[in-house]
C-alpha cells in the first residue's frame, strides 16, 4: 500500500451504550472512505458490536480487529485485543466474572481479576495525566500481560496537550512499555458531534444547557485518514507504526468460531461418531427384526457419512439419551419438524416416520452445503415434561450420587475422578458452598482445589490410582491454609451464585448501623397500631404497579424477621422515582395502615441504602462489639472496599 498507514486500535460503537453515538456500519463505511485498513472495536466492557462489526467488515473489506474495553473499578481503562480463539474465550469469561458479580447492566473488574484470564491478551492502557498513579498503573500492566503491555497516546484537545503527550511518553520509556497512537473514536464523522452530546445528557441527566464541560469539547473524536494521523502525531512515528504491528498479531476472526457440541455421552474408549453408528446399526435391528432392508442400509450409510463429515455426532447422541430418559419413565415424547427425514432419528427411536415407506431428504434437515447446526425438535407430554428437563439439569448430580454409593468422597480430587463430571460442574457445586457439608470445605477451599484439576488425569497416575483402588497424586504439595471469608461475604457470595442464603440475613449486619436511626424491624411493623408513625428498612424483592391502581406502587421489603409492604403513591413515586426503580435496599419513612390481619407502611418519604448494604461484603460478626467514636480501624472506611463484590438483590418488577 502506497503512503503512510494506520490502523485505528480504540473506536467506541453505539454498544457502549449513551457513550458511542455511530453503529458499526457507519463505522465501517467511514474507514473504508479513509483507506484505513483495519478497524478494532472496542466497546466498555463488552464485545455485544462484534457481530455487527464483523458483518461490517465483510461488506467493506476492513479488518475487524475484536477487542474490548476494560473499565477497572479504580477508575482505570484498559484496552484489550485478544491474539487468538483462547484467549478471546479467556476475555468472554473475564467479562462473564464481572457482570455476574455487579448485577443488571454494570461490570465490576479489578486488577486482581486481570492475571488468570491475560494469556494472549494484548493490553494498552488509557492514560489521563503522567502522574504517579499512571506509573503504577503501567508497572502493573506490564506485570499482567506477557502478551504485550502498551501506553495509548491520544489528542484531548486541551491546552498542554502536546507536553502531555511528550510526558507519557517519558513515563512508557521509563517503565519499558512502548507507546501506541490511537485516536479515541466515539462516532464516525464530524456531524454526528450533536448526536454524541445528546448521548451524554441523557447519560449525564441533564440538558445541553447543563452539560457544560462533560461534554467532548472539540468535535475530533471522529475516524480520520492514515495521512491526518501522521500529521497529528508526526513526533512519534515508532507510536504509529505499532498500531500496524498489533493489528498485525491480532488475527483472530468470528470465522473460526462454531458450536461445540458435548461428547459427555459417549461411550468410553470410542468416538462420538463409533457410539452413534453401534448406537444406529443396534437400533435398526430392533426396528427391523425380520433384517434390515438394503434401502434403508444404504440410507443410513449415507446419512452416518454426512454427520462423519460435519461432526454431529455428540448432537445426536445428546437428544437420543434425553429420549432414552424420558422414554425409561413411561413419559411421552415425539419427535417432529425436518428431524423426521432422517432414518437415523427413526431407528434411534427419536421420530416415527420409516424410511422404508417414505421417500426422505435427509439434506432437507441436514446440508453439507448449509453447514446449519441441526435442530431436534422433540415434544414431551405436558404434565411431565419438567421431570425430563430436571433430569437434563442434573445429569452431573445424578452422576455424582451413583459414584457416591460405594465409599464417601476423599477430596475434591477424588469425587473428579470418580464420577467423571467435569470441572465446570464442580465450580457451580463449590460456588453454592456444596462442599461444607461433607468435606468440611469452605467456599474458597473447594475452588481452590478444584483449580488444581486437569482436563483429564495423566494416564501414568490413573493407571496406578486404578491399580492401587486410591487416588495417586501426581504431585505432593504442602496443605494451603486460605484466610477464611468474613461472615458477611460468605452471605454476599451466597446471593451472587444461589440468590439467597442460609446464613444470617444481610440486614442483620446492619442493624446496629439502622437502630440508633430509629428503624423497626419489619416484624415491628406488622405488629404496630394502625395509624403508628415508622421507619422501616429492608432488601426490595417485589416492585408491582398494577394498571387497575391507579397509579399505586407496592413494594415488598425483607429484613431478618420478616417482609413488610409499602404502599407508595403517585405523588411520592414521582417525587423518589429514581430510589423507587434502581434500590436494592430501601429505608421508608411513614404511616401503619391495619385493617384486620392485612397490614401495609403507607410511604411518605424513601431511603436509598443500597450504598449501606453494599458494605455489607466486608463485614464479619453480626453484631460487633461496639468501639469509640473515633476508632477508625474498628469502624473502616466510610466507602464500601472495592475490591470487596457487593450484595447483589434480584428484585422482581411487575407493571
Not at 418 to 426: C, D, E, I, K, N
Not at 518 to 545: H, P, W
Not at 631 to 645: I, K, L, M, N, Q
Amino acid at each position: 500500500m502506497n503512503g503512510p498507514r494506520y490502523v485505528e486500535l480504540q473506536a467506541t460503537s453505539h454498544f457502549s451504550f449513551l457513550r458511542g453515538a455511530s453503529s458499526c456500519e457507519d463505522l465501517f463505511d467511514r474507514a473504508a472512505n479513509c483507506g484505513i485498513e483495519a478497524l478494532a472495536i472496542v466497546d466498555r466492557n463488552s464485545v455485544a458490536g462484534i457481530v455487527r462489526a464483523h458483518e461490517a467488515a465483510k461488506l467493506t473489506g476492513v479488518r475487524l480487529i475484536v477487542g474490548c474495553r476494560l473499565d477497572l473499578v479504580d477508575g482505570s481503562g484498559v484496552l484489550v485485543y485478544p491474539t487468538d480463539r483462547p484467549a478471546y474465550s479467556r476475555l468472554c469469561r473475564l467479562l462473564s466474572l464481572g457482570k455476574r458479580r455487579a448485577g443488571k447492566a454494570r461490570c465490576s473488574l479489578d486488577w486482581l481479576d486481570l492475571p488468570d484470564f491475560a494469556e494472549g491478551l494484548i493490553a494498552v492502557l488509557v492514560p489521563d495525566r503522567a502522574d504517579e498513579a499512571c506509573a503504577q498503573r503501567l508497572r502493573r500492566l506490564k506485570a499482567t500481560f506477557p502478551a504485550g503491555a502498551y501506553l495509548a497516546l491520544s489528542l484531548r484537545r486541551r491546552p498542554g496537550d502536546a507536553l502531555r503527550l511528550h510526558d507519557l511518553s517519558n513515563l512508557a520509556a521509563q517503565a519499558g512499555v512502548q507507546t501506541v497512537v490511537t485516536n479515541d473514536v466515539l462516532f464516525h464523522h464530524p456531524e454526528r458531534r450533536l448526536l454524541q452530546d445528546v448521548v451524554t445528557c441523557v447519560r449525564n441527566g441533564c440538558t445541553i444547557d447543563e452539560l457544560g464541560f462533560r461534554r467532548e469539547r472539540h468535535a475530533d473524536r471522529h475516524l480520520k485518514a492514515a495521512e491526518e494521523m501522521h500529521r497529528l502525531f508526526a513526533k512519534y512515528p515508532e507510536a504509529l507504526a505499532r498500531t500496524l504491528e498489533i493489528a498485525d498479531r491480532c488475527r483472530f476472526s468470528l470465522e473460526e468460531l462454531k458450536y461445540q457440541y458435548p461428547d459427555e455421552v459417549s461411550t468410553v474408549g470410542m468416538t462420538p461418531q463409533a457410539t452413534l453408528e453401534a448406537l444406529t446399526w443396534e437400533g435398526a435391528e430392533r426396528r427391523y427384526p425380520e433384517g434390515v432392508p438394503d434401502k434403508v442400509k444404504a440410507i443410513l450409510r449415507h446419512e452416518l457419512g454426512l454427520i462423519q463429515t460435519l461432526e454431529y455426532a455428540p448432537y445426536f447422541l445428546t437428544v437420543n439419551s434425553i429420549v432414552r430418559f424420558a422414554r425409561s419413565q413411561d413419559i411421552l415424547c415425539q419427535g417432529r419438524g425436518s428431524a423426521a427425514n432422517s432414518a437415523v432419528c427413526y431407528v434411534l427411536g427419536i421420530t416415527s416416520i420409516d424410511p422404508e415407506r417414505n421417500d426422505l431428504l435427509f439434506e432437507r434437515f441436514v446440508s453439507e452445503e448449509r453447514r446449519e447446526p441441526p435442530d431436534i425438535d422433540v415434544d414431551f407430554e405436558h404434565e411431565r415434561r419438567e421431570i425430563v428437563m430436571q433430569w437434563v439439569a442434573n445429569t452431573d448430580a445424578a452422576a455424582i450420587v451413583v459414584a457416591r454409593a460405594d465409599r464417601p468422597f476423599a477430596s475434591v480430587d477424588d469425587l473428579w475422578r470418580r464420577a467423571g463430571v467435569p470441572a465446570a460442574s464442580l465450580v457451580k457445586i463449590a460456588e453454592a458452598d456444596g462442599f461444607r457439608p461433607a468435606m468440611d470445605l469452605a467456599r474458597r477451599e473447594a475452588l481452590w482445589a478444584i483449580k488444581a484439576l486437569r482436563d483429564e488425569p495423566l494416564p501414568l497416575f490413573a493407571a496406578a490410582s486404578a491399580r492401587e483402588q486410591q487416588i495417586v497424586p501426581e504431585i505432593d504439595e504442602p496443605k494451603v491454609v486460605l484466610k477464611p471469608m468474613k461472615a458477611g461475604r460468605e452471605v454476599v457470595e451466597d446471593y451472587g451464585h444461589v440468590g439467597l442464603t442460609l446464613r444470617e440475613h444481610p440486614v442483620t449486619f446492619l442493624r446496629q448501623d439502622l437502630a440508633p436511626e430509629k428503624f423497626i424491624t419489619c416484624a415491628a411493623a406488622s405488629a404496630g397500631r394502625d395509624m403508628q408513625s415508622c421507619k422501616v428498612a429492608g432488601l426490595v424483592l417485589v416492585r408491582q404497579k398494577p394498571g387497575s391502581a391507579k397509579n399505586v406502587t407496592f413494594i415488598t421489603l425483607e429484613d431478618e424477621t420478616g417482609v413488610a409492604n409499602l404502599v407508595v403513591w403517585e405523588q411520592i413515586y414521582e417525587k423518589h422515582r429514581r430510589i423507587v426503580l434502581t434500590s436494592s435496599m430501601l429505608g421508608v419513612v411513614g404511616r401503619i395502615q391495619r385493617e384486620g390481619d392485612v397490614v401495609h407502611v403507607v410511604a411518605y418519604k424513601l431511603i436509598d441504602l443500597s450504598a449501606e448494604l453494599a458494605s455489607v461484603g466486608g463485614r464479619d460478626d453480626p453484631f460487633p462489639l461496639p468501639h469509640g467514636r473515633g476508632d477508625e480501624f474498628h469502624r473502616g472506611p466510610s466507602a464500601p472496599d472495592p475490591r470487596v463484590p457487593a450484595l447483589v438483590q434480584k428484585t422482581r418488577n411487575f407493571h
